[in-house]
C-alpha cells in the first residue's frame, strides 16, 4: 500500500473515538505540569534546597513542603508515561489501518522530529525546561523498542531506576548555595541575552528529569496491554498502583519537601544525597500512580458530564495548552515582563499556577463546542500526516 494512501485511510483518530482515561489523565496532568513549572520562575532571593527560593512565611514554607513532596520530580513521569502511552496507541492504529510497520516508523519518526522542533522553537522563545523535544528524541528510541518483550522493558524500567539514584543523589547532594546554579535566564534582565542563554539550559534539562527513563518504558508495556484503553479490565492494577504509587512518592518526596520548606535540614552531604536519591525514584512511582488514580476515575465518570468533557478536551490538546502555560507565565514572572517572579512566594505563585490550568480547561471547552483542535495540535498533524512525496 502507497504511503499516501495509507496515510489518508489511517489519520489521527477522530474526537469521537479517543478513549476517556488518556485524555483525562493528560487534562489534569496539565495542573501538576503548571505547578511544577511555574516555581522555576521566581528569582531575586536567596536560593535553597533543589534551587527553590527561601520562603520565611509559614504559607509559602507549607505550600512549598507540599508541591515538592505531590509534585516535583512527579508530574513529569506522569506526563513521559502518557507520551509514551500515545506513541503504542498511533502505531497500532496506523497498522491496524493497513500503513505496514516501516512506513508507520517513518511517520512516526517525522512526528518525533517535529516535536523536537517544537521544543526548540518553545526553549528560543520561552522557556528553558522545555520537554518536548526531550520527548521527541524518546519517540525516536522508543520506535527501535518495538519488538522488545515486555518482561525486557520493566527490566530496563527498574535498572534505570539505579541511574536515577545515583544521577540525581549527586546533583543535590552539595550544600545549597544562595545563588541559582541553573535556569540563569530566568532572572535575567536583558531578553537577548536570556534568549541566547536558553538553549545552552535546554541542554541540561534531561539531567533533571531523568526519571522519565523508566515511567516511558512502563508506559509502554502499559499501552501494550490498553490498560487505560480499557480501564475497568485492569481495575485490580490500577488500584494497586494507586495505592502503592502514591504511598511511595509521599513517603520518599517528604524529606525533601520539609527541607525545602526549612521545617528539617539534612546533615550531611551524604544524607542530602540519599534524600535526593529517594526523591527522584519515588517520583517515578508517584508518577505512575498519579496516572492509575485517573484511570480509575474515569470509570466512575460519565463521558456526558460537563466538567469530564472540558478535562478530557484539555487533555485532547495538552501540547496546545502545555505551551500556553509558558505564555502566560512569561508575561507575569519574568524581569523583562511584569516581573512578578521577584515578589511574589510559593503559594501566590500556585494559585497563578492553578488559575491558568482553569483558563486552560474553559478554552479547551470552547474550542470542544467549536469543533476545533488546538492550534498546536492541528499543526503538529499536519505536519505529520502530511503526505510523502
Sequence with gaps: MALT?????????????????????????????????????LYGREYGVRQHIVEHGMLDRIVSTLMVTLVDARAYPMFAALFAYGIVQIFRRQTAAGLSEPETKRLLRRRSRWLIAFGFVHVLLLFPGDILGLYGVTGLILLSLTRVSDRRLLIAAALWLVVVAFVQGAAFMAPPTPERTFFWSFETADPVRAALLRPLEWLMTPFGVIGVGSAVLVGTWAARRGILADPAA?????????????????????????????????????????????????????GLGYAALIGLLALRLDRRNPVTRALAATGERSLTFYLFQSVVFVALFIPYTLGLGETLGTAATAAI????????????????RAGKRGPAEALLRRLTYRPAH
Design 234 to 286: 485492569h481495575r485490580p492494577l490500577l488500584t494497586r498502583t494507586a495505592v502503592v504509587g502514591l504511598a511511595v512518592a509521599v513517603a520518599g518526596g517528604l524529606p525533601m519537601g520539609l527541607a525545602v520548606g526549612h521545617f528539617w535540614e539534612p546533615a550531611t552531604t551524604l544524607q542530602m544525597w540519599g534524600i535526593s536519591a529517594l526523591h527522584a525514584v519515588t517520583g517515578v512511582a508517584g
Design 5 to 41: 494512501d495509507a496515510t489518508a485511510l489511517a489519520g489521527p483518530v477522530r474526537s469521537g473515538d479517543r478513549a476517556l482515561a488518556p485524555d483525562l489523565a493528560r487534562g489534569l496532568m496539565l495542573a501538576l505540569i503548571a505547578l511544577a513549572n511555574s516555581v522555576v520562575y
Design 353 to 368: 499556577a492553578l488559575a491558568t490550568w482553569l483558563v486552560s480547561v474553559v478554552i479547551a471547552d470552547l474550542l470542544r
